[in-house]
Nanobody, 123 residues
Framework: EVQLQASGGGLVQAGGSLRLSCAAS????????IGWFRQAPGKEREGISC????????YYADSVKGRFTISSDNAKNTVYLQMNSLKSEDTAVYYC????????????????WGQGTQVTVSS
């Protein structure tokens, strides 16, 4: 059974930083992508970053480029999202997900989802 556990969310002031973690287990494919998404109240879920396990390629939405960094620790089966210079518009529930393909960006390309972790940025 594939399981994803997202953690690290919380309340932070604008300009601050948080690091989200996504611990993955239960799948054995060598070719997959792990993505981070977020969903603010009343808005659609949007992709913000993903990393390909096959070659480590990373991708970012324009809204977070230069502020967020995705990385992976394969030994721990964990993907991180370092979020710096946080803004109030970053407030959302953040989800990690796994796609059974080397790269994926759209929500419907992902096969497994974690439960989400709340990030609240106060201005």
């Amino acid at each position: 059974e594939v399981q994803l556990q997202a953690s690290g969310g919380g309340l932070v002031q604008a300009g601050g930083s948080l690091r989200l973690s996504c611990a993955a287990s239960g799948f054995s494919s060598d070719d997959y992508a792990i993505g981070w998404f977020r969903q603010a109240p009343g808005k659609e879920r949007e992709g913000i970053s993903c990393i390909s396990n096959s070659d480590g390629s990373t991708y970012y939405a324009d809204s977070v480029k230069g502020r967020f960094t995705i990385s992976s620790d394969n030994a721990k089966n964990t993907v991180y999202l370092q979020m710096n210079s946080l803004k109030s518009e970053d407030t959302a529930v953040y989800y990690c997900a796994v796609a059974k393909r080397t790269t994926a960006w759209r929500v419907n390309e992902y096969d497994y989802w974690g439960q989400g972790t709340q990030v609240t940025v106060s201005s």
